[in-house]
């Protein structure tokens, strides 16, 4: 009898980790040195000490969020392979670019992030898993930041989703399916 391996949840994990608090402060430059972001007291590189520990965390609930739900709705795991994880994370990248630096109003950006999610949706991962792996970190990082801008931490120069940029979402649609994919290839 052929028994599956073992998935590999704590190496993803410690990855998942260690890419989230380097990563993660590096795009979120990306957001503070475009205005599009700003802390309120600001420390080394407009950034704080609590950065890397927040995208730390948020790397690792998203990924191991999308092995749990996949787990819970018995979908194998299966490797994506490196072509689509390398894919989807430029594309991730890429909503960071233009979420930053893209010279356009905040419906319009949104507008282009959401069709854009979408269709790295389509083209790299339309399952169950992704899907929902979107729209609970769509929702998560929305209750974050919010809950950031409300304690006067973090501010974003567009607000029109209640002190949260219209993009915010999508731009984490696209955070899902990127991380999704690492900690699919991880475990």
């Given at each position: 009898?052929?028994?599956?391996?073992?998935?590999?949840?704590?190496?993803?994990?410690?990855?998942?980790?260690?890419?989230?608090?380097?990563?993660g402060?590096?795009?979120?430059?990306?957001?503070?040195f475009?205005?599009?972001?700003?802390?309120?007291?600001?420390?080394?590189?407009?950034?704080v000490w609590?950065?890397?520990?927040l995208?730390?965390?948020?790397?690792?609930?998203?990924?191991?969020?999308?092995?749990?739900?996949?787990?819970?709705?018995?979908?194998?795991?299966?490797?994506?392979?490196?072509?689509?994880?390398?894919?989807s994370m430029?594309?991730?990248?890429?909503?960071?670019?233009?979420?930053g630096?893209?010279?356009?109003?905040?419906?319009?950006?949104?507008?282009?992030?959401?069709?854009?999610?979408?269709?790295?949706?389509v083209?790299?991962?339309?399952?169950?898993?992704?899907?929902?792996?979107?729209?609970?970190?769509?929702a998560?990082?929305?209750?974050?930041?919010h809950t950031?801008?409300?304690?006067?931490?973090?501010?974003?120069?567009?607000t029109?989703?209640?002190?949260?940029?219209?993009?915010l979402p999508?731009?984490?649609?696209?955070a899902?399916l990127?991380?999704?994919?690492?900690?699919?290839?991880?475990?």
């Amino acid at each position: 009898m052929h028994r599956m391996p073992t998935p590999r949840w704590g190496r993803a994990a410690l990855v998942l980790l260690l890419v989230g608090g380097t990563v993660g402060p590096l795009l979120d430059g990306l957001h503070t040195f475009s205005g599009a972001t700003w802390y309120a007291a600001p420390q080394l590189l407009r950034s704080v000490w609590w950065c890397p520990p927040l995208f730390a965390g948020a790397a690792l609930a998203i990924g191991l969020g999308r092995l749990v739900t996949e787990k819970l709705l018995g979908v194998p795991l299966e490797d994506p392979g490196a072509l689509k994880a390398s894919l989807s994370m430029i594309s991730f990248v890429a909503g960071y670019v233009l979420s930053g630096f893209l010279p356009a109003s905040e419906e319009a950006k949104a507008a282009i992030l959401l069709f854009w999610a979408g269709l790295v949706f389509v083209r790299l991962d339309p399952s169950r898993g992704a899907a929902l792996g979107a729209l609970g970190a769509g929702a998560g990082g929305w209750v974050v930041e919010h809950t950031l801008v409300g304690q006067g931490l973090f501010f974003h120069r567009e607000t029109l989703l209640d002190g949260i940029p219209l993009w915010l979402p999508p731009l984490y649609f696209l955070a899902a399916l990127a991380i999704g994919h690492l900690a699919r290839l991880l475990a």
